[in-house]
């Protein structure tokens, strides 16, 4: 079955720093989703994924998912207190017949 | 629009009584899933229903059984709790069509928290 790792577990930033928050797998990724969830809340979905190459911003975050589609880095660029979370990376081994699975998440701190 | 939305937000409960989580969606999507969290272990599926009248078990189904009531409704009861299902526990849905899922984004309901002791 289709594994993701996410690097780092944890990240602590000062305010105003770029960060990157990167997810492989052990498989390549047919559609590769970033979420964001504050604790004690849902998921909120950022970006999807899904060719090799692929880029997307949204505000200060850009996600790229690389050539091969085995990796995806999400890159926050000066980063504020409004950006602390935990971030998931979700993804599809195949074509779209298995459910999604996710990464154990990244857990975002943004001091000031 | 409200989404996805799930009762209750909180609950604890003793080992051995039974429950039910209830969670609707308003985007008249095909597909919904109930996933689990724990600190460590992020989240995974514990069943889906790919289109109205049909769910299969994910990857941590024991101890969990699922109705999909209509096409807006999926619940999901514990018949005997124990304190292993201890969690929180998260409704999505997607649009997807046909009883075969896609990569359609799936949206998250706010979470139940529950609490066996």
């Known amino acids: 079955s289709q594994e993701l790792e996410q690097s780092p577990q944890s990240l602590i930033v000062q305010e105003g720093k770029n960060l990157t928050i990167n997810c492989t797998s052990s498989?390549?990724?047919?559609?590769l989703y970033w979420y964001k969830q504050k604790y004690g809340e849902g998921l909120i979905f950022l970006m999807m994924?899904?060719?090799?190459?692929e880029e997307k911003s949204h505000e200060k975050i850009t996600a790229k998912l690389d050539e091969k589609k085995q990796q995806s880095s999400l890159h926050i660029t000066a980063s504020q207190p409004s950006h602390a979370g935990i971030y998931l990376c979700?993804?599809?081994?195949?074509?779209?017949?298995?459910?999604?699975?996710f990464g154990k998440g990244t857990r975002l701190s943004v001091i000031a | 629009n409200a989404g996805v939305t799930q009762t209750p937000k909180f609950q604890v409960l003793k080992t051995g009584q039974s429950m039910t989580l209830q969670c609707a969606q308003d985007?008249?999507?095909?597909?919904m899933y109930w996933y689990r969290q724990d600190p460590g272990m992020g989240l995974r599926l514990i069943y889906y229903?790919?289109?109205?009248?049909?769910?299969d078990k994910g990857e941590v189904p024991n101890g969990y059984n699922v109705s999909r009531l209509n096409k807006r409704e999926f619940s999901l009861r514990l018949e005997s709790a124990a304190p292993s299902q201890t969690s929180v526990y998260f409704c999505?849905?997607?649009?997807?069509?046909?009883?075969?899922?896609?990569?359609?984004?799936?949206?998250f309901g706010p979470g139940t928290r529950l609490t066996v002791l």
């Open positions: 979700g993804a599809f081994s195949n074509s779209g017949n298995t459910p999604l699975v």
């Open positions: 999505a849905s997607s649009r997807t069509s046909g009883g075969v899922l896609s990569t359609d984004t799936q949206y």
């Open positions: 985007m008249n999507h095909n597909s």
């Open positions: 229903s790919a289109s109205e009248g049909t769910t």
């Open positions: 994924l899904q060719k090799g190459g």
């Open positions: 498989k390549t990724l047919y559609g």
